[in-house]
């Protein structure tokens, strides 16, 4: 997204990022912070997640574009393909 909904510019301030790496088929940072995914392969991957503002016992299934994304995750559940993801906060 290039702008808010009111057309104005936006620009996503990423200060520290790293790479995602699965444990027991999950990723979360230490510290349980949300978190903004970067999507660093040409093509859409489908992610379940855990956005900020969700139980730990709810997910949900969605799209990540590549490049950076707007969504503030949580946890990101392993995928069953190889992907090539960012965090960043």
Do not use: C, Y
């Amino acid at each position: 997204m290039n702008t808010s909904r009111i057309d104005a510019p936006v620009s996503m301030q990423i200060a520290r990022m790293g790479e995602v790496t699965f444990t027991n088929s999950k990723f979360r940072l230490p510290d349980n912070s949300g978190f903004n995914i970067k999507n660093d392969s040409d093509e859409p991957v489908e992610l379940e997640v855990i956005l900020l503002g969700m139980a730990d016992d709810e997910t949900v299934t969605t799209m990540f574009d590549s490049g950076w994304n707007p969504e503030i995750v949580k946890e990101i559940k392993q995928p069953s393909g190889t992907v090539d993801l960012k965090w960043g906060v």
